[in-house]
């Protein structure tokens, strides 16, 4: 741990996670740690503090069980007040992923981030609006993109894989995490992709004398195999709300229908939450495909990918450019506490 005298006005991102989980693989990516700072009295949150690629970062978990776009609105609003200096915020963890076969061959364990698509910032809140006939989605305003230092850092990184045939540091970040931090191998590893399954949204339709006798069985859909296990990276529109989804048909329909002419990749819970109050980037591993076979299985891997390309997005970024960025507390209109 760093022993260098620093103050609150030293950190210039904000790194926002909603599960333990998550957190233990974003204090995993750090490349060193640093010693707590005393806070303002109405701030009670516990603060992680570190460096990544020279950046000074802040780390804030949700509290446990506590979860949705209010409680992520809260932490941030908390943090951009007792760190005056934070130019943006890196919104990192796990989301179920939504396969477009023919434009997005997402995969658990592949990574999904927010970029701005057509009228969309790149965050898109599913339940704020209404509901039309014929399976049409109504939205009722729309969130703010990320700030354009991301959006830049972002389109330098894209343009790195493509030199590099989509190569990324990301497995390399995820060696280094599991050498520096043995005890992580054992759930924070690559499950197998046989353990990567993906059924079909909608049952078969058996004649009504056959219900009965023919219960529902999910049928799985044949995928080709990829030469690698590494990660691919995607990137779109994320849809955000309060409720977990976990209906592959429900999933389906607004994937396409929230944005005509678009499909939202990834579900998530937290980044609605945000975008107004808190300039950021959101960065998902998928750890499931937000249908009724969900579980636990990829979630720890899905949280450490995310948290490697958030590591490599920073080695992009020149620390200097992120200090002549706008100050998130001036962007919200908050003031010190």
Request: charged content about 20%; glycine content about 8%.
């Amino acid at each position: 741990m760093s022993a260098i005298s620093r103050s609150p006005a030293d950190y210039t991102v904000g790194w926002i996670c909603a599960l333990p989980l998550e957190m233990a693989a974003a204090k995993a990516m750090l490349d060193e740690s640093h010693q707590r700072l005393p806070q303002p009295p109405n701030d009670d949150t516990i603060y992680t503090l570190g460096s990544v690629h020279g950046h000074n970062i802040v780390i804030a978990c949700l509290p446990v069980g506590v979860y949705g776009t209010t409680s992520a609105a809260v932490i941030a609003t908390r943090m951009a007040i007792s760190f005056p200096a934070l130019r943006f915020g890196l919104m990192v963890g796990i989301g179920g992923g939504v396969p477009h076969p023919d434009t997005h061959d997402i995969r658990l364990g592949d990574i999904v981030v927010s970029k701005p698509v057509g009228s969309l910032g790149g965050v898109v809140q599913y339940d704020m609006g209404k509901t039309l006939p014929e399976e049409h989605f109504q939205r009722t305003g729309a969130l703010n993109k990320p700030p354009s230092v991301l959006l830049e850092a972002l389109a330098t990184l894209q343009a790195d894989h493509m030199l590099d045939g989509g190569l990324s540091q990301i497995p390399t970040h995820l060696t280094t995490m599991l050498q520096r931090y043995p005890a992580m191998a054992a759930r924070f590893s690559h499950p197998g992709a046989h353990h990567d399954l993906l059924f079909e949204s909608h049952p078969p339709h058996y004649p009504a004398e056959q219900q009965q006798q023919q219960p529902h069985q999910p049928q799985l859909i044949p995928r080709p195999p990829r030469a690698s296990p590494d990660p691919r990276i995607h990137y779109g529109l994320i849809a955000s709300g309060n409720q977990v989804m976990r209906d592959a048909s429900k999933r389906d329909v607004l994937a396409r229908t929230l944005e005509p002419g678009q499909h939202v990749l990834c579900f998530e819970m937290e980044a609605a939450g945000l975008m107004d109050t808190f300039p950021c980037l959101v960065i998902r591993g998928v750890c499931d495909y937000a249908d009724a076979q969900k579980d636990k299985r990829w979630q720890e891997y899905a949280a450490a990918v995310a948290a490697a390309y958030a590591k490599e997005l920073l080695s992009v970024l020149p620390v200097r450019q992120v200090w002549k960025a706008e100050v998130v507390r001036d962007v919200i209109g908050v003031g010190g506490g």
